[in-house]
Structure formats: C-alpha cells, structure tokens
C-alpha cells in the first residue's frame, strides 16, 4: 500500500481488470521478444531468460520502492545515484544484500525455466485440462485488457479520479483515451460532470496547509495575464511587437532577461504559470481535477474572472484543472481561422471589461495563438518577407529557415496589432494604473536553432523552446523586481509572488507554491526545473540533464549536444523533491 493512497471501490474495481491486463501485456511484449531463442541451445536459452525475467521482477519491485517514495516511477536519475553513491549512499552490507537478492532471482527464474522445460511429455497428457485453464485465464485477461481501456476512456472524459489515478501507480501504463469517441456518444457530457465528480485529490495535499487569504482586508488589485503561444524571447523587440514594445518602455515595465517556461509544450508551461510548481505534476492534478488556487483564490476576494482564449481550453485540459471552478467557462473563441479567433477574443475581451463589475477587482486571461500557428489575416501587409508556407513535412536540418521565421515574425506582428487595442482599452478605462500586468509565452518556438533539426517545441529544453518574454507593467514596488530581472527565473515564481503581494495571502509560499517572490531578494538560482508531455530537465545556464518518458537519461550541452561527465547530482536529487513536494506521505502534518 503506498502511503496517502486513497482506496475506493471504483478505483479497486478498475484496479482489479487493469493491473493483471496490463502486466498481461507488458509480458507478452517481453515474451515475443524471447521467440528467436527457441532456436539457441537450451542451457543458453535458460539462462537468457533467467536473466531477462529476473531484470524485470527486478525493476518491478525497485520501481514500486521508487513510487512509494517519490510518486513517480524508476528512471535512470535514480538508478545512477544510487549505483554511483551520488547523493544517496548504502553501506557495503546493504550492496552485499542486494546482490545476493539479484543472484537469488536469477537463480529461481533460471530453475523455473529448466522445470518447465523439463518434462514436456508429460504436459501433453496433461493437456486437456491444462489447456481449459489456459484458455480461462487468456480470455479473462484479453477481456480484461478490453474493459479497462474502454472505462478508462470514459473515466477521462468525465475527469473520474478514482479510475484515472490508477494510471500513476502503473509502469509504463497508457490506456486508452478519446474524446472524439466519447463527444459522439456524450458531445456535452464532459464539462457537465466535471465538478459534480468524487475527488478526494488522492494522495496529493495541495496546498499543504490552509491559506489564510487577506486577513487585513486589503484591496486587491485588478491582475491580467497576456499569454503569446510560442512567444520566443528574441521577438520582443521594437521591430516585431512595436506597440508592446513602447507599452512597456512608456509604463516603465520591468523586462526580465533570463526568464524560462516550465516547460515546452502548453500544458506545462501554464500549468506553472497558474500554480507556481513544476509542470510535472500535470498528470496528477489533471486525474484529480485539482485547480489553481490562484484562481481560487480570486474567487474568494470576488474578482471578475474572464477566460479568453483563442484555442480551446479542453486540450490541453485547464477547464478540469487551473479553471475547474470557474462556471460558465468561455471554451473557446469563434472563428474559421487562428487570427480571426485572435480578433475575436480580443473583441471578447473588451466587450466583457465593459460590462464588468467595476467595483470588483478584476483578472483577465487573454491567450493569442497566432503565433503558434505561424498565421496572420491574408490581407495583411507583409512587413517582414518572404515567407514560406508552414509544412513540418518539409523541414529538414538543411532548410533555410528565413522564410518560416519572417512568417512566424509577422504572426508576431500581427498579434501585438490586437493587443493595441487591450492597451487602449484598460488607458480609456481610467484603470491602468491600478492594474499589474505581465506579458509572457507558454513556451517559445525553434527555428532550428541548435541546428539538429527541430522546429516548433516539445522537442528539447534548449533556450529555443523554453526561454520566453517576460514583462511586468504597473508594480506598484518595483525595487526588487529590477534587481531579480537578470536573474534566473521561471513561470514557478509568478504565483508566489502575485499570492503575496497583489492577493495578500498570509502563508509562507513554500505552503502553495515552490517559485520564489519576485518582489523581494531572490537566491540565486542554480537550476531549473521544467518538462514536457513525456520528459522532464533540469536545467542550468550550462547544461541540460533530462529524462524521457521511459526513464533514460542525457546529459547535454545548452545547445542540446551530448557532453561527457556527468551532471551535479545534488541538483537531480533537490528536483525530484520539488516533484514529490506535495506528496502527502500520511506522517506530514498541517502546523
């Protein structure tokens, strides 16, 4: 039993199809492997097996001591600090015993394999009943294998957490999901049963002790996020964004020159943005429906909370995390193309800042996507050419890529037109000066940077991909701000910091959040954490050590080029703690 795991009848129902379907399947992939060594000599193909067979109940059984102590499942980080005494030593009699446990297994699965192949005359006359058996258990498990993935799937759909967190406690588990199957039975179904769903949050304990939000009843202060998809750093400039560029120079904006997302892909780098922590907990907050106590926070002070978003906050899924309690959520913004779901959102937006409750502090979300789509109206005077069309097909590590990136800049350009209209609005409003705003990307965009071939994102974690604009405008104390914008900082720091100084929670932030507070002195950071759909680095100004989804790691240079030597594992182990911070290990207690 993993401590703070929260057992339901749903859950171990589920549990109880898919944990034997999906060893099943895990041991037939390993079994078709095996096939060609019908063909070798018996006593090799003994002892090939014995050796395969032990490496995996080996690693089931390390994995399951992983999970139990970091919620995730072994990977090559830990394998290394433990083997090299990085970080996490053993003493010699510890080592004496594991490898005498290694010698056993090999040794039991070496014998098994000789008995079974021992007396195959005898099974033959044994094999009528033998084979009823057989084909009980087979079809019991291909059912089993069947049910599981289809009540995962719907389990998803409906954001059911007693079923969905079963996922987390798997090795190399992937069920199956589909919205699109699940939309032609139930189009509305999903976000109907979203809040109305179980969710015990599991073995998370988010925040880890209770906020006590504004207790001198201080005025909050009007708050927008202006959110470019794929927004890299270098196109923060007077030539690309010229409106925000002299925006930002005329309000005295605070530009910070070292600023990364929490990951490469959407997901992950507003999952950060909204919660202050990594984006690996993105799976776990998602199975659970956890949202962002940022945001509920707010709606605790009574803000105007407007979502705008050009492409859908279904996918990724923030209408069942950061926005799950926001009602009557705005899903997406009408349009037949990216800009003109831009333009839209922008009209949106100021339409519903006009009606808004103006004696109520407000927060406002605005997320462009143009950018991301390398697209802008077809009308539009080109002011950086030539471009090419947008075709991944085509991108090679020979492409020049000018032509793409004149069209990227000039989605760029476009979306900054919109946002001149946001900026006129909040001046004619009369609210400018009492609203704090930040600026930033989700994430950034290569152009075949490191010249390795990528293009787009959620393929490294080099600057091309993670490292963004971040700008804030209206700080009312802006002392430490300046002094912090050459620092290193990440997406992790902006709820710490908006929390305690715009919010006015009473908490230390380490109780909801693992950034730091931009508005006092920072440390200087060492490393960052930050991940993708799959994989997750840490991140230093030199290096990049990441780890994929199967548990393999690489140590890397900044431009993403394989380096020898191996990585600070003091770093590796303090991120792994970030990523098990709000474990709740059932011995940790609320003070």
């Known amino acids: 039993m993993v401590p703070g795991a929260s057992v339901t009848l749903y859950g171990s129902a589920f549990s109880f199809l898919a944990v034997p379907a999906h060893f099943f399947s895990l041991y037939l992939i390993l079994f078709l492997i095996c096939t060609p060594l019908l063909w070798v000599n018996k006593y090799v193909r003994y002892s090939l097996l014995a050796i395969l067979f032990g490496f995996a109940q080996i690693a089931l059984y390390v994995d399951t001591i992983v999970f139990e102590q970091y919620r995730f499942h072994i990977n090559e980080s830990v394998l290394m600090m433990v083997l090299f005494g990085q970080v996490v030593d053993f003493s010699f009699a510890t080592y004496l015993l594991m490898g005498a446990i290694i010698i056993g297994v090999f040794a039991a699965e070496y014998l098994a394999a000789w008995k079974i192949d021992r007396k195959p005359t005898q099974r033959i006359r044994q094999g009528a009943a033998k084979s009823r058996t057989l084909l009980t258990t087979s079809l019991f498990l291909v059912g089993a294998l069947l049910v599981s993935n289809i009540g995962y799937m719907i389990a998803f759909y409906y954001a059911w957490s007693p079923v969905m967190v079963v ?140 979502i705008f978003t050009s492409a859908k906050v279904t996918f990724p899924e923030f209408d069942r995390t950061a926005f799950a309690t926001i009602k009557n959520l705005r899903i997406n913004s009408e349009g037949k193309s990216t800009p003109e779901r831009d333009a839209r959102l922008t009209e949106d937006w100021r339409e519903w800042y006009q009606k808004r409750d103006a004696s109520r502090p407000t927060f406002s979300f605005l997320f462009y996507d143009s950018a991301h789509a390398y697209d802008f109206p077809k009308d539009e005077p080109l002011k950086f050419g030539p471009v090419s069309d947008l075709n991944y097909m085509t991108l090679k590590n020979d492409t020049d890529p000018t032509p793409l990136f004149n069209r990227y800049k000039q989605s760029v350009y476009y979306i900054d037109r919109l946002l001149q209209q946001v900026y006129d609005q909040l001046a004619a409003s009369g609210d400018l000066d009492d609203t704090l705003i930040i600026l930033t ?140 911070y709000f474990v709740d290990q059932g011995d940790k207690k609320a003070q």
């Open 167 to 306: 996922k987390e406690y798997l090795p190399l588990y992937y069920p199956l999901t589909s919205k699109k199957i699940m939309g032609f039975f139930d189009k509305n179904g999903q976000r109907r049963n979203l809040l109305a769903n179980h969710n015990d949050r599991q073995h998370i304990r988010y925040p880890l002790r209770e906020l006590v939000i504004n207790p001198q009843n201080k005025k909050p202060a009007n708050i927008m996020f202006i959110v470019v998809d794929s927004w890299r750093f270098d196109t923060f400039n007077e030539a690309v964004s010229p409106n925000t560029w002299n925006f930002v120079k005329q309000h005295n904006g605070v530009a910070f020159n070292n600023h990364y997302s929490t990951g490469n892909a959407t997901r992950t780098g507003i999952f950060g943005l909204f919660y202050g922590i990594p984006g690996t907990w993105w799976q776990p907050f998602l199975n659970n429906s956890i949202p962002s106590l940022f945001v509920t926070t707010m709606q605790k002070e009574d803000y105007n909370i407007g």
């Open 441 to 580: 990307g989700d994430h950034a965009q290569e152009m075949n940077d490191n010249k390795m071939g990528f293009w787009g994102h959620n393929g490294n974690f080099t600057d091309a991909q993670t490292k963004v604009p971040f700008i804030i405008v209206g700080a009312k104390n802006d002392r430490w701000l300046r002094e912090n914008a050459g620092k290193l900082t990440s997406h992790e720091d902006v709820v710490p910091s908006l929390m305690k100084h715009y919010l006015h929670v009473d908490n230390d932030t380490r109780d909801y959040a693992t950034g730091y507070d931009l508005f006092s002195q920072m440390p200087d950071r060492k490393w960052l954490l930050m991940s993708s759909y799959s994989a997750y680095a840490i991140r230093t100004p030199e290096n990049i050590y990441t780890v994929n989804g199967v548990g393999m790691s690489h140590y890397l240079d900044s431009h993403n080029r394989q380096v020898s030597g191996q990585p600070d594992y003091s770093y590796v182990y303090e991120a792994m703690n970030e990523m098990k």
